[in-house]
């Protein structure tokens, strides 16, 4: 009896040990601080989000979509030429929480709170909101929550609300999604294949249940390493989107995208670039819409030399039921892809911008008109701490349509499509481990697509200015 | 034999004890690093750049030290630590 209480003690003493080692968790808490002095006559004013249009009911509304940072696009058509200079300090906090059971097994938490300018508000309810005096907002946002698993040997799993960006630069979509990723690795071929829903609208629908208007994307991707310094790669998206209300009143879009992509080294130079071509419908429009870039870097010396070439198709007539326009994903989830590595600030989208978030060229589609991008760039490390870049863009839109603005002295649209030039130039400074302050300062010389579009002549050259403060941990 | 087996035993029990006691009296002279200047916390965890430093530092002793296996799950660390950094400083957030 007395050696069986005592094997039983062993026994549950050695499971007790067993369960405690089980449940051992490896935390990761990772996090982002940034606060961003901004100085522009481009964001913060009323050329990057129009106030509400005026009506009867409401005949002086209060200001539109530069509240929440801006609606995107660069719109100066029918504004004064000249704007007051915006002066805001923007604030934002990431974290990210990650228990990882074993090298096998984790969940992924990604956490933000934004104040899209300091001042705005108190008390509040909603996302970006509670930086006036007081503050005391519900403002807290939930990026992304999954599982990342191994379930079995060389498959990875993701399900849930993920982070998921496309094989071809941002171009089609790089967001947060809702799915299921599966990734594998055999030697030198990486395949992966994906299934997300961006979107249900189908409780608030004409059908009234859930999972019927829905926009939907499935991927397939795969990568192979043919040497050290070649790698190839191909893609497959099928976009399928009959929600309402979500990306479009009423949404009828069936799109392929098969796309190739390439890298290839030699020596201090890397080239790499990827072409896409689409086929199917968007609202029984027939369109075949096709996307190019080129992109090399070379080093010289102690720094870098960039240069980059994109070209997205557009289309005259969106109208017409055959459609040539490059379909990025649009409506709602216009924002939620980018092309950064032009590294434009005003021009096309800036790699530092955060709510705040507006551009010349915003998005890839770029309101059915397309566009002709090059680019050059010097990356020129100074020290271990002081880092500085330039760079130049040119662009242009590939076709014009009706989103072209009116020259309000000929009331014709104007013949160029050249959009225009932008300079810029940064430098980060490393104050501490993990803190960077860096000032980046950006100016564009319009092109003559916007001439004479204010109601007072050409709008006033755009420029950015910014002084970012940003510790990550 | 016994008498000598529990003598030894005591003494090595009670020269733990002091050890112990002796650990104490110098930690508690020691400064606290962790309130001082937080460093050497009891269950810290390593920041994205600490981290990223030492998977480096690793993967560089090669395989002198680990097998082509461990090599590669090192890598891997290494590319989702950059991962979640990139995540972290991603762009954007629309706004509208």
Same mark, same amino acid.
């Given at each position: ?17 067993? $369960?405690? =080692? ?18 522009s ?16 009911? &409401? ?15 660069y ?35 990604h956490?933000?709170i ?13 996302? !970006?909101?509670?930086? $006036? ?6 403002? +807290? ?5 999954y ?6 040997? !060389? ?12 094989? +071809?630069?941002?171009?089609? +979509?790089?967001?947060?999604?809702? *799915? ?27 059908? !009234? ?21 070649l790698k ?9 989107? &009959?929600?309402?209300?979500? =990306? ?8 392929? $995208?098969? *796309? ?29 819409g ?32 055959? *459609?040539?326009?490059?379909? *990025?994903v ?16 005003i021009?096309?989208?800036?790699? !530092? ?9 915003f =998005? ?9 991008g ?100 | ?35 001082l ?7 810290e ?51 509208k």
């Open positions: 009896m007395k050696k069986s209480s005592a094997l039983a003690a062993v026994l549950t003493l050695g499971i007790a040990a067993t $369960a405690t =080692s089980a449940f051992a968790l490896e935390n990761e808490f990772h996090g982002l601080f940034s606060a961003r002095w901004i100085n006559n481009f964001n913060g004013t009323q050329l990057t989000g129009l106030r509400d249009t005026p009506t009867l009911l &409401n005949p002086t509304p209060g200001p539109g979509p530069q509240r929440y940072g801006g609606n995107g696009q719109e100066p058509g029918g504004l004064p030429k000249t704007q007051y200079s915006a002066n805001i300090i923007e604030q934002r906090a990431r974290l990210q929480y990650i228990a990882k059971a074993n090298a096998d097994l984790k969940l992924v938490t956490f933000e934004d104040y899209v300018y300091w001042g705005n508000s108190s008390y509040a309810t909603g996302r !970006n909101q509670g930086g $006036a005096i007081g503050a005391d907002s519900v403002n +807290f946002e939930t990026k992304s929550i599982l990342d698993a191994n379930p079995c040997k !060389n498959v990875n799993m993701k399900l849930g609300m993920m982070p998921n960006n496309d094989a +071809f630069k941002g171009v089609m +979509f790089d967001a947060d999604m809702a *799915g299921l990723l599966l990734s594998s690795s055999y030697n030198s071929f990486t395949p992966s294949f994906g299934v997300f829903r961006f979107a249900d609208t189908g409780l608030f629908s004409s059908d !009234n249940v859930i999972g019927h208007k829905t926009s939907d994307m499935v991927m397939l991707d795969g990568k192979f390493a043919v040497s050290k310094d190839v790669g191909g893609a497959y998206y099928l976009f399928r989107d &009959n929600s309402q209300g979500f =990306s479009g009143p009423n949404q009828d879009i069936k799109m392929n $995208a098969l *796309g190739v992509n390439a890298e290839v080294t030699g020596g201090p130079l890397t080239l790499n670039g990827f072409a896409i071509f689409e086929t199917g419908t968007v609202n029984k429009s027939y369109t075949n096709f996307a190019g870039n080129l992109g090399a870097k070379l080093k010289v010396g102690p720094g870098t030399a960039r240069t980059e070439f994109l070209y997205t198709s557009g289309d005259n007539n969106p109208t017409d039921g055959h *459609g040539s326009a490059f379909y *990025g649009t409506g709602q989830l216009n924002a939620e892809h980018g092309y950064y590595d032009n590294e434009m600030v021009l096309g989208r800036d790699k !530092n911008a955060y709510t705040t978030d507006n551009a010349i060229i =998005s890839s589609n770029n309101k059915n008109q397309g566009q002709i090059g680019y050059i760039g010097f990356d020129l490390p100074i020290n271990a701490k002081l880092t500085t870049a330039f760079n130049a863009g040119f662009a242009a839109v590939a076709k014009d349509n009706s989103s072209k603005p009116i020259n309000l002295k000929t009331g014709a649209v104007n013949k160029s499509n050249y959009l225009g030039t932008e300079i810029n130039a940064e430098a980060n400074y490393q104050l501490l481990e993990g803190l960077t302050t860096s000032v980046r300062t950006a100016y564009v010389v319009l092109g003559d697509y916007y001439k004479d579009v204010a109601i007072n002549g050409t709008p006033e050259n755009p420029y950015d200015f910014k002084l970012i403060f940003k510790y990550t941990f | 034999m016994k008498k000598v087996l529990i003598a030894v035993l005591t003494a090595f029990a009670l020269s733990a004890t002091s050890m112990a006691f002796a650990a104490d009296a110098t930690h508690d002279m020691a400064k606290d690093e962790c309130m200047a937080s460093k050497g916390c009891l269950h965890v390593d920041s994205i750049q600490q981290k990223l430093k030492k998977l480096n530092a690793e993967i560089k002793k090669g395989k002198k030290v680990y097998s082509a296996e461990e090599l590669k799950k090192l890598e891997q660390k290494l590319k989702e630590a950059n991962e979640i950094l990139n995540s972290l400083e991603k762009p954007g957030g629309g706004g």
